[in-house]
């Protein structure tokens, strides 16, 4: 059905707004090539009185009002505003792909048409020469047909010096269509060497290495883009191969080598070493269908950050995260995107099916430790990090992990858990902390940001924290714990408490930016007088007085308590017991001597 036969209230919206705006016009609907255009003419006011006419056509595309419009002029030379129009004559406005919506018309178009005519009509008057603003080049099949990507090239990619044609393995992925080409091994038996090379290639990181040793095979052709104008129009078998054999792109013998009737289906077109246009072909119904290829360049992965500075700054960071489940792969991987370049990962459990849902790992990945799982991933987002996994439960830090994790910028316990563990070591090693929690069924949760020597330890602020919200209105509403539903197993084990992904992501999220201004920071003197304590509320429960509400808390006063340990460490031992420190040492020297003697 014709789209003005489908959408009739867009085809009225047309009508209204053309008669709206120009209330006397000659403008006309007709059908053209099973397609709906309309005629009209502008009236352009001339500095010497009286109008110049410019008839024109607009042709509206299938599928409208989702695609642009083009318009024609009608019975003028096509350099009239040349610089503005493409070769078929279709004008080039500022109205195009880039800007165009669903809301926009042909009255939209038009005015744009009348304000670039109306410049370079001035333009003319004033004899300075014509409107020069832009040129754009109209899109070819080739451009239109690289737009569909669905074969993915390392680049660069090097071939054999003095060949125009040679072959590719691949792997093709059914779930969404795509060919991605592995890097080629020489026929030779390569030396130990390349094969380190081959299997350190950033592209195996991201693709794997069934790419390496794919059984599927393919053919590369070296062209020019000139070729490949005329060659994208070749969708018959028979004549493809008669217009290679032709242009003396290969030879008939090469053709009959390479490319085998029922064998190879898949080929892949260079200019000089870049892929530019995919073909696959359909021996049972002799045809060939063309798409686009793409070459990613990996060094641009952070091209996108904001600022070069900071991206540069946290590319030095490294960053520990202690539980790797819903929230920990969460944190994890957005460091990663924030360009954190140097991750520890520290869990002992395996990704089962109930982990999915939440996590951001997949069902591919179910029976590995979470960890890997979760290497593998960040590894799909940059192969460049460096990951390292530590497969171990934290009741303790034990010394193995001590040794890792100690000179670390930051660390996120994102187990809901072990604070207090957490706490001790990195007030000793004076590293920053984050603690995220996610509350019961997924209504809320909280990120406190411990920073030794600038914010009271986790311990004082948690204490702190407790504090204030005991005088908050609706402390004492929490939901029912009926509703929660904790699941013991035999063992004793609790499980997670259920919630939504979601609710469950807004606390995560928080955490990453909270300690991203950690990172950044050039002071850490800054967070004295930050909010280093943060609420959020997904639901309208406990002290949450609407939905998605953010509590910061003011920790600029918060202070230590005077008999904490973590915080005051050994001189507090000294004022409890009352004794100096060399007296508590003597004690300590006194009971290893005698112990030593026993």
Sequence with gaps: MKWWEDKKHIFAREKLRLNSEWKSNDFEFFIQKELLWLSGTLFLPAKVGGFINFPFELKYPQNYPFSVPYIY????????VGNHQFISTAFCLDIRDKTWNSSLSAVDIIKSLEKLLLAALDMIENKSGKLDVYEETEPTKLDNTKRTIQCIVPYPLSFPNGSNIGSFTYHSSIADNRVIISPILPKEKPDSDYIKKAFENEYLKIWGFNLLFSKNKGVWIRVSLNHLNSIVFKDNLNIFIKYLSSEKIISVEEIQNHIEKDKVKQIVFFTNNKAELYAEINYKEGEIKYFGCYNPDLTKLNSRVPDSQKASLINTKKVAIIGCGSA????????????????ILIDDEYLTVENVIRHTCGIEDIGLKKTQALKNKLYQINPFIKIDCVNTNIITIPSHVSEKIKGVDIIVNATADIEEVINEFCWLYK????????YPMGYGGEILRIIPEITPCFECMNNKLSRILESQEGFNDTPDSKFINYNETEEGEILPTPALSIDAKFISLFTVKMALEILLTDTLEVFKSKPNIILWGNEKKWIF??????????????ISYSNCFVCFGNKQIESELGLTEQEVLNITNDTIIKNDED
């Excluded at 002029?73 to 009239?80: A, I, L, S, V, Y």
């Excluded at 920990?328 to 995107?337: L, N, T, Y």
């Excluded at 590293?431 to 996610?438: A, D, F, G, N, R």
């Excluded at 007085?545 to 918060?558: I, R």
Aim: hydrophobic share 35%; aromatic share 8%; charged share 35%.
């Design 431 to 438: 590293i920053p902390s984050l603690h995220s929690k996610v």
């Design 328 to 343: 920990g792969s969460v944190i994890a991987e957005e460091f990663v995107k924030s360009g954190v370049s140097e991750l």
């Design 73 to 80: 002029p009608k019975g003028r030379e096509k350099d009239w």
């Design 545 to 558: 007085k609407e939905e998605f509400a953010c509590v910061k808390v003011d920790t600029s006063k918060f």
